[in-house]
């Protein structure tokens, strides 16, 4: 089993929809999770870090579910702009490892 | 800029050169990754240095892979004798002790012809 998994889609949804995203791991004893979004050929870029008690930031919010082994990204009001790929990732006491990403199409 | 910077951003290399990439993390961050990734694949992990000490290294990182760190501030990955297959983006990312945020740069990307 993949230490990191995600549905690598594409999601394609319509401007204004909700969509959401789950990134599953395989080591319970991961410490930390992260949401990065990448726009094709270009860096990772911090999207935001989830947290036990779940996160907001304006339309998205962020989920980690210990007990299953999961967390998610929700985006509400989905915008074209944020047509990307959103990676997952977790930390552990010395590295990050990261899913192969969900892409997301945003169609006007 | 305070971000993390590599360079260069690409780089087209004939199949058996030798070839240097450049990272400078965030100048606060102890912590520093070298990732690689290839079209449809999330970023893999190569290696990382606390300071200038060189802590893990990926079973991916062949015997013509090298890094360091020398003076626990930038850190160089030299690819010898390349290969085709070594086409691939390559990410150096830098952070606090973990659990802290990553930092990617924007990446040096690698064509080997």
């Known amino acids: ?108 | 800029d305070t971000g993390v910077s590599q360079n260069p951003r690409h780089k087209i290399t004939k199949r058996g050169q030798n070839v240097t990439f450049r990272c400078d993390p965030i100048s606060e961050h102890n912590r520093l990754y070298w990732y690689r990734q290839t079209l449809g694949q999330g970023p893999e992990f190569l290696t990382y240095f606390q300071n200038e000490a060189q802590l893990e290294k990926s079973r991916l990182l062949s015997d013509r892979f090298s890094a360091e760190r020398p003076k626990g501030s930038f850190s160089t990955l030299e690819i010898q004798r390349t290969e085709q297959g070594d086409s691939a983006m390559y990410l150096c990312a830098s952070s606090l002790v973990p659990p802290t945020e990553a930092f990617f740069g924007q990446g040096t990307r690698l064509t080997v012809v």
């Open chain 1, 1 to 108: 089993r993949k230490e990191v998994e995600q549905d690598p889609g594409p999601f394609n949804v319509p401007e204004g929809a909700t969509v959401a995203f789950n990134c599953t791991y395989s080591n319970s004893a991961s410490q930390s999770f992260f949401w990065y979004r990448q726009d094709c050929r270009k860096e990772p870029k911090l999207l935001m870090s989830v947290y036990s008690s779940g996160n907001e930031d304006g339309r998205f919010t962020a989920q980690l579910n210990r007990a299953s082994q999961y967390i998610s990204l929700l985006i509400r009001d989905s915008k074209l702009s944020d047509s990307a790929t959103y990676l997952c990732g977790l930390s552990g006491t010395y590295k990050y490892i990261f899913g192969t990403g969900t892409r997301l199409k945003v169609l006007a």
